[in-house]
């Protein structure tokens, strides 16, 4: 059963930094691209970033370019997100989901929540 | 960057069809896949549509999709309507560089 797990999520105050982790199991993690995609409270999906299976292609939104780091561990079937100076409209839910054939998301993790608040 | 516009809400009744459309802003829409979540709230989303027609097994074949390049847009067709479909549906797409969501449909069956 392919499980996606993020944690990491709390309440920071604007400008300071947090990281969620993605643990994955049921599948060969160090074969798939892994993403993070954000859900503000009431709103819709925002995609955030994309690594590659090994690492070697990152791509970010615009809207969190210079402020957020991608990365993976294979060996630890983990995916990160390093987020910094953080404001409040990056308050959300962050989902994290492995990449699939052409674009596809599939499964999602369960999501954890980032406030971003004084 | 492209984006993908879809109705805010749609509703129907119960056994009725409906269909939700999504219209990419720039570049063709045949030109990369198109994806259809179902998000019910409280939960993560999960797929009903993948690579424009294609249903993930366990997605019932009441739901279907398609493209259309003369309104260059993707379409969710969902016929038989259960009150159980009432969710937030969301297309989702890409380029080479980035991937692109939707704003988001509210189904309401009611």
């Known amino acids: 059963q392919v499980h996606l797990v993020e944690s990491g999520g709390d309440v920071v105050q604007p400008g300071r930094s947090l990281r969620l982790s993605c643990v994955a199991s049921?599948?060969?993690?160090?074969?798939?691209?892994m993403q993070w995609v954000r859900q503000a409270p009431g709103k819709g999906l925002e995609w955030v970033a994309l690594?590659?299976?090994?690492?070697?292609?990152?791509f970010y939104a615009d809207s969190v370019k210079g402020r957020f780091t991608i990365s993976r561990d294979n060996s630890k079937n983990t995916m990160y997100l390093q987020m910094n100076s953080l404001r409040a409209e990056d308050t959300a839910v962050y989902y994290c989901?492995?990449?699939?054939?052409?674009?596809?998301?599939?499964?999602w993790g369960q999501g954890t929540l980032v406030t971003v608040s004084s | 960057n492209f984006m993908l516009t879809q109705p805010h809400s749609v509703s129907e009744s119960p056994g009725k069809t409906v269909t939700i459309s999504c219209t990419r802003s720039s570049g063709s829409i045949a030109s990369n896949s198109v994806q259809w979540y179902q998000q019910r709230p409280g939960s993560s989303p999960t797929t009903v549509i993948y690579q424009n027609s294609q249903r993930p097994s366990g997605v019932p074949d009441r739901f279907s999709g398609s493209i259309d390049s003369s309104s260059n847009s993707a379409s969710l067709i969902i016929s038989g309507l259960k009150t159980e479909d009432e969710a937030d549906y969301y297309c989702q797409s890409y380029d080479s560089r980035s991937q692109v969501f939707g704003g988001g449909t509210k189904l309401t069956v009611l």
């Open positions: 690594i590659w299976y090994d690492g070697s292609d990152i």
């Open positions: 989901a492995r990449s699939r054939i052409q674009g596809w998301f599939d499964p």
């Open positions: 049921g599948f060969t993690f160090s074969s798939y691209g």
